[in-house]
Every structure is written in structure tokens, then in C-alpha cells.
């Protein structure tokens, strides 16, 4: 964990600056202590200033929880939104799978603040972190009811199920990773994503109607795992 004390004392950085470095100062505390044992105090010390300091740039403890969940939902939610603006379907896939188990996998395990918070129950916590799987979630959805005859909902449902495989595949892969490899992970998760979406028919892009591939073509829709 960087220890950011030694870049903060005897500088004056601007704020947005300061403010980042705070940040990343209470995310290392809050992984290594939790939310409800990790106290400001611990959150000032890390990051070389006075508690009056960081009480200018956050009210309090939770606000500056609910500050660093909204800055890492903030990377994910474009993780995905890049990945789904691909062309080919199945970089799409691949893309959006790794950028989860990129985001699990990173330094700082700022994946634990977003999945694994001690403090997921607290109303303005489960508030926001439904909010980072619905808003993943809907974005693959208007690329599926654009691609596939499912309406809205239909899609939308599909698009929270994604979202749920590619978070507990990338989860499990971290505790696993001795023995499966992540290009592994990646690869199996993507195509049963792939096999999944392709059990839909798909929408001709001319007019809307349905398109019926041959039998051979369906078949072979998600057969390679790569």
C-alpha cells in the first residue's frame, strides 16, 4: 500500500489533489482495518495531515466512505462502457469480463470497498452500490435489446445477470488464482456469456425482424471458448 504521508507533508496541493490523496490514504486504512474500526484519526495519520485538514475536504467518516465507493464505480462503470463500445461481439465480451477481473484483481483491492464492505447493509451504502450493478447492468442491456428480439426488461434482466457471473467468476479467480489462471477465467467466463446471449434470436439489423441463422451457425455461436 503507498504510503502517501510523505508526499503530503510540507506541500500545499491544490485541492482536487489533496483531496485524491486523502482518498487513496482511507481506502488503505478501510481495507486494512474495515469501516467500523478505521477512524479518522488513523485516515489523517496515513495521509500526513492534521484531522482539521481532512475534515475541510469531508464532513465525516461516511461521507468520505461513500466518496471513495463513488470514485471506484466511477472506474468500473467506464471499464465496461469501453469495453461494450467495441465493434465484435466477442471483444465485447472478453473486454467487459477482464475489465471485472482487472478491477478485482488491481492493487489496493479497492474491489473490497465495492463487494466486500463491511458496511454494504448501511442504507446510503446498499444505495450506491446497486446503483454501480444496475448502471453496468443497463448498459450491456441496450446493447442486448438492441441485438436480440428481448424487450427492455427482458434485457435489462439479462444485463444484471452479467453482471453477477463476471463479479463472482472475477471473485472467485482472486482466491484461486494459484492454480487457474486469470486468461483461463477470462476465457470460460466469456464464453458462457457468449453461449448464453446466443440462445436468443437474434434481431436483423435492416428491419428488426428476426434473424434465423442455419442450424450449423447456431450451434457454433459460442462453441469457441476464446
Request: glycine share 8%; net charge negative.
Amino acid at each position: 500500500m503507498t504510503d502517501v504521508s510523505q508526499t503530503a507533508r510540507g506541500q500545499r496541493l491544490p485541492r482536487s489533489e489533496r483531496r485524491a490523496m486523502l482518498l487513496d490514504a482511507a481506502l488503505g486504512v478501510f481495507v486494512e482495518k474495515g469501516y467500523h474500526q478505521a477512524a479518522m484519526d488513523d485516515i489523517a495519520a496515513r495521509a500526513g495531515v492534521s484531522k482539521p485538514v481532512l475534515y475541510q475536504h469531508f464532513p465525516g467518516k461516511l461521507e468520505l466512505y461513500l466518496a471513495l465507493v463513488d470514485r471506484h464505480a466511477g472506474e468500473l462503470e467506464t471499464l465496461v462502457r469501453d469495453a461494450l463500445a467495441l465493434e465484435d461481439n466477442k471483444a465485447r465480451i472478453r473486454t467487459m469480463v477482464d475489465a471485472y477481473f482487472d478491477f478485482v484483481g488491481q492493487e489496493g483491492a479497492a474491489f473490497r470497498l465495492i463487494f466486500e464492505s463491511d458496511l454494504a447493509n448501511a442504507p446510503e451504502v446498499r444505495a450506491r452500490l446497486d446503483q454501480i450493478d444496475v448502471t453496468c447492468a443497463r448498459s450491456m442491456a441496450d446493447l442486448i435489446a438492441a441485438e436480440t428480439t428481448m424487450d427492455a426488461e427482458e434485457a435489462l434482466l439479462v444485463g444484471v445477470q452479467l453482471v453477477g457471473l463476471a463479479q463472482t467468476s472475477a471473485r472467485y479467480w482472486l482466491t484461486h488464482e494459484a492454480t487457474l489462471s486469470k486468461e483461463t477465467a477470462v476465457r470460460v467466463t466469456g464464453a458462457l456469456i457468449r453461449r448464453g446471449i446466443a440462445a436468443f434470436p437474434a434481431r436483423d439489423g435492416r428491419d428488426g425482424r428476426e434473424a434465423t441463422p442455419p442450424a450449423r451457425e447456431r450451434e457454433s455461436a459460442g462453441t469457441a471458448a476464446g
